[in-house]
């Protein structure tokens, strides 16, 4: 019988879907520094983005045959030395485009209604300042009528235009594979399907006329960040930008001084540059909402991803 180690847990619909294919599947957490010492008891290693499958970790393996990243980015593997070692490495890109752009608009929702700063102000001083932070926290701006700036045009950046689309955001978006895209409202009670045209735009186009940016890039160690001073001066005045990509796609010291000079009004993060360790002035930065990387982390995203990972590996390991 093939084993499977879920280092970072997997949803229960998937893990039955294994066992019922006749996979062992252990969910136990083998912490980093031990993992390498344990990773020929499997055949197959399961990671969302926390365990980091590295050299380390791979450098003995005689047995494992399969990495899967239940999720979309695939950063936390060393791809190289895997293909080296013979070890086929799998994502799950389809699953939790959703969760993630739902993440954006709370985020934006949060961000223009100052729903982040008066959550952390209210249980402290809601007795006894409430009108001074009502006054404080009544300049907020609605989403509809607005143009939401999106760059990086795949499974993500559509979902999000097309929630976009349904509060009555103008969208304009930046994908240098692609001229336009069709976006198909399937999930709407209506036949036949309703379809949108999105024409691309250049970067410079996008970043210059959106009052709010979502990006939906890839990220690989080593880049450049796509955002940063030269971005950010470009940008509207009093523009937000929200990141729920990669860490590195943003300099995050460049969006601290765009905020902290008032050229952008606020930004909303759910990933960062060094994570798990986040800059402290970004923690607590009056103009930013901020979560800790739980873009795909819904249950229903889950469950998906944990389907979407069990057929990947029924139909990648022979388990005989
Ligand atoms: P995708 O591959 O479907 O889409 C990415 C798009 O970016 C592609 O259409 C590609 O052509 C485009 N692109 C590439 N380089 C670009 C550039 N320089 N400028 C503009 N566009 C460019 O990927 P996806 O599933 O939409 O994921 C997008 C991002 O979201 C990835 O960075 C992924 O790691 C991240 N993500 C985050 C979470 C989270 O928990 N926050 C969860 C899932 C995915």
């Given amino acids: 019988m093939k084993k499977i180690l879920a280092n970072d847990g997997i949803a229960e619909d998937g893990k039955r879907m294994l066992e019922q294919?006749?996979?062992?599947?252990?969910?136990?957490?083998?912490?980093?520094?031990?993992?390498?010492?344990?990773?020929?008891?499997?055949?197959?290693?399961?990671?969302r983005s926390a365990t980091k499958v590295n050299r380390d970790v791979m450098?003995?393996?005689?047995?494992m045959q399969l990495v899967v990243r239940a999720g979309v980015g695939v950063d936390n593997i060393d791809i190289a030395y895997a293909k080296?070692?013979?070890?086929?490495?799998?994502?799950?890109?389809?699953?939790?485009?959703?969760?993630?752009?739902?993440?954006?608009?709370?985020?934006?929702?949060?961000?223009?209604?100052?729903?982040?700063?008066?959550?952390?102000?209210?249980?402290?001083?809601?007795k006894e300042k409430f009108n001074e932070l009502k006054k404080k926290y009544s300049d907020g701006v609605e989403l509809r009528g607005k143009t939401l700036g999106v760059i990086g045009f795949g499974r993500i950046g559509q979902e999000t235009?097309?929630?976009?689309?349904?509060?009555?955001?103008?969208?304009?978006?930046?994908?240098?594979?692609?001229?336009?895209?069709k976006l198909r409202f399937d999930h709407l009670p209506f036949t036949p399907t309703p379809t949108l045209e999105i024409k691309m735009h250049p970067f410079e186009e996008v970043i210059a006329n959106a009052d709010f940016i979502s990006l939906h890039v890839p990220f690989k160690e080593g880049?450049?960040?796509?955002?940063?001073?030269?971005?950010?001066?470009?940008?509207?005045?009093?523009?937000?930008?929200?990141?729920?990509?990669?860490?590195?796609?943003?300099d995050e010291e460049a969006l601290i001084r765009a905020l902290d000079s008032g050229k952008i009004a606020f930004a909303g993060l759910d990933v960062f540059e060094s994570?798990?360790?986040?800059?402290?002035?970004?923690?607590?930065?009056?103009?930013?909402?901020?979560?800790?990387?739980?873009?795909?982390?819904?249950?229903?995203?889950?469950?998906?991803?944990?389907?979407?990972?069990?057929q990947v590996i029924i139909d990648k390991v022979k388990n005989n």
């Fill in 223 to 250: 880049m450049a960040p796509m955002v940063n001073d030269d971005t950010f001066a470009k940008m509207k005045n009093g523009a937000g930008i929200v990141n729920c990509a990669r860490g590195g796609v943003i």
């Fill in 161 to 181: 235009a097309k929630i976009a689309v349904g509060l009555g955001m103008k969208i304009m978006a930046h994908d240098p594979f692609m001229t336009q895209a």
């Fill in 84 to 126: 080296e070692k013979e070890i086929e490495v799998a994502n799950t890109p389809q699953s939790s485009s959703l969760s993630v752009a739902e993440l954006v608009f709370s985020h934006l929702f949060s961000m223009s209604r100052f729903l982040h700063l008066s959550n952390r102000q209210m249980p402290q001083n809601g």
């Fill in 59 to 63: 450098e003995n393996s005689k047995r």
């Fill in 21 to 47: 294919a006749g996979f062992e599947v252990s969910t136990s957490k083998i912490p980093q520094e031990h993992l390498k010492d344990h990773i020929n008891e499997y055949d197959v290693l399961i990671v």
């Fill in 275 to 310: 994570e798990p360790k986040v800059r402290e002035a970004l923690l607590n930065h009056d103009k930013i909402s901020v979560s800790p990387h739980i873009g795909a982390s819904t249950r229903e995203g889950q469950d998906r991803i944990s389907l979407e990972v069990a």
